[in-house]
Structure formats: structure tokens, C-alpha cells
């Protein structure tokens, strides 16, 4: 499978690649130090995380759901955002489970669902799959985010960059100075 960076501006690494079934999977990832006052561990243990994303990134994210499932292991969410495309805003929705893999070690393991109740005007781009995994060690926080999106528009290079910008002001919200 072969790789193709797609930026690499603030030592924070966005690359395409292709499952096998064509679909275009996109990669973030990033090490910096880390502020322990950020306690990102706990929020993604609490299922916060999104909510996270979502005050961080307030002029790209217009409104956010997440729903804890029965367990407080993961939910499902949805993200409107202010980018149009083709006429329509778009949204994305998923499920979510969260594993805790050691105290300084969490991943997210989301996958799409089925909801096709979005507020008027939005259109959903189609994510399969997004993996999100955060370990701490020795004082940085090294950070993978992967999302395999199905869609078959030009869209999905602006989808990636959009991304890559909420990760970009998720990293400052880690990294100690």
C-alpha cells in the first residue's frame, strides 16, 4: 500500500493511502511534550474527548452530539460543521468504543453507523472507520489518528485538511511549552 504525505507543516504528519477496497485512509500523526495539566487520558476515559475537539475548534465545528452508550465505554456522535460542499454542509456520525489499554495508554475505536437524521441543509460524507490512539511516555504524548473515508468526492483532501487542523489546536492543547 503506498503512502503519500499530504503535509507535514507543524511537525504534525497527514498521509493518504488506499485499503483494498480503494477507499482513501488518512493518517495523523504527531509527538510533543506533554502538559499533564491537560489530562487527556481521564477526558477520553470520561468520553469527553469529542467534546474537546468540539471547543477547540469552534469555527469549524458549528454543533456536536455525543451520547454515552449504557456501559460509559464510548457512544455515538455526530459533528456539523461549517464547511459546505456542493451546496450542503457537511456532518459526520459514528459509534464508538473506548479501550483502555494501560494508565498512559487509551485508544477509540469508532466505526459508521446508521443515523440519517441530520439537521436540514447537511449532507453526510461517509467515514467506515476511525481510530483514534493516545500514549504517554516519558513526558510526551504520542498521538495516531486514522479515519478511512468512503466517499468518492474530491472532497475528501478538504476533509482531511479540516481535520488536521482540529488535530493541530488539539496538540497546542496538549503540549507543555
Do not use: P
Request: hydrophobic share 35%; aromatic share 12%; net charge negative.
Amino acid at each position: 500500500m503506498e503512502t503519500t504525505v499530504i503535509c507535514d507543516k507543524n511537525d504534525i504528519l497527514l498521509t493518504k493511502s488506499f485499503t483494498e477496497d480503494e477507499d482513501e485512509k488518512f493518517t495523523i500523526t504527531f509527538k510533543c511534550n506533554y502538559d499533564e495539566g491537560a489530562n487527556i487520558i481521564k477526558i477520553i476515559r470520561k468520553c469527553k474527548f469529542y467534546e474537546l475537539l468540539y471547543k477547540l475548534n469552534s469555527d469549524l465545528v458549528n454543533d456536536f452530539s455525543y451520547i454515552k452508550n449504557g456501559n460509559n465505554t464510548g457512544g455515538s456522535g455526530i459533528f456539523y460543521f461549517k464547511e459546505k460542499y456542493e451546496g450542503e454542509y457537511m456532518c459526520m456520525s459514528f459509534n464508538d468504543t473506548i479501550k483502555c489499554n494501560s494508565d498512559d495508554h487509551i485508544s477509540i475505536e469508532g466505526v459508521d453507523n446508521n443515523i440519517t437524521d441530520f439537521k436540514q441543509g447537511y449532507r453526510k460524507f461517509d467515514v467506515s472507520h476511525i481510530y483514534t490512539d493516545v500514549e504517554l511516555k516519558d513526558g510526551k504524548v504520542l498521538f495516531h489518528f486514522s479515519t478511512i473515508i468512503t466517499s468518492d468526492d474530491l472532497v475528501n483532501d478538504i476533509i482531511a485538511m479540516m481535520i488536521k487542523k482540529q488535530m493541530f489546536r488539539l496538540r497546542k492543547y496538549l503540549e507543555k511549552e
